[in-house]
């Protein structure tokens, strides 16, 4: 099943554009996180077209209400009046559902099935990917960090929290794509001093050469 070209050509001129002035959560996340739910959508025979927007809404309230921003991008998804054409009631209302129980840090089991793909999809299981979002967030967020170990601290610290009771980063699915991706991620970032050194790489970088300022300034993800 291939996904309707014209539905695509929505959302690449009317969806992607409002991702501009995210960072963290800026389009290198949004095309990870559509390349993961395809792949899911692909090995679990999944509804492609679905699965295409539920990745591509996904964080698209944040500059709304960052703490409920799962909720606004449903909300978003909900009302669009566009995506009517293609799908139904109860597609959008999956839609819906799946975008707002996306969080990696949800305790709770997704409602549905393309809610338990999106989760997965949405975590960051490459290193350098996570660290450039992680320190982006944390400047954004915590002010009152100044250096750089105090930021790799606390990135570190929130991302260990969602290692589960069998030492695993969380997966709802438990697909085994998905776990050789996880269980790569996961040697490398429990690496303490490894991944500090790809954080610290990433610091230096966005210190030098203006992003830093940008992030604080001009990108309205938090």
């Known amino acids: 099943m291939h996904i309707n070209k014209d539905l695509m050509l929505y959302i690449e001129k ?7 002035k995210y960072y963290s959560h800026g389009m290198l996340h949004i095309n990870n996180v559509i390349e993961n739910m395809l792949m899911l959508a692909d090995y679990y025979e999944l509804d ?12 698209i309230g944040l500059n709304i209400d960052r703490e409920n921003h799962e909720h606004e991008s449903g909300k978003i ?4 009046v566009e995506l009517k054409k293609y799908f139904n009631n109860e597609q959008i209302k999956i839609m819906k559902e799946a975008v707002e129980d996306h969080r990696g840090s949800r305790k709770e089991r997704p409602r549905n099935f393309y809610g338990e793909c999106v989760s997965d999809s949405d975590r960051d299981f490459d290193i350098e990917l996570l660290a450039k979002r992680q320190l982006a967030t944390s400047l954004k967020n915590y002010l009152t960090l100044k250096t750089f170990d105090e930021h790799f601290e606390r990135c570190y610290e929130y991302i260990c929290r969602r290692i589960n009771n069998d030492g695993n980063f969380n997966l709802w699915t438990n697909n085994p794509l998905m776990i050789e991706k996880r269980d790569k991620f996961q040697k490398d970032y429990l690496n303490k001093d490894y991944a500090k050194s790809v954080y610290k790489k990433e610091w230096d970088k966005i210190s030098n050469d203006g992003t830093k300022e940008k992030i604080l300034n001009y990108y309205e993800d938090y």
Not at 14 to 20: A, D, R
């Open 48 to 59: 492609k077209n679905m699965a295409y927007v539920i990745a591509a809404f996904h964080d």
């Open 77 to 80: 998804l909900k009302n669009d």
């Open 14 to 20: 009317n969806i992607f554009p409002k991702y501009e």
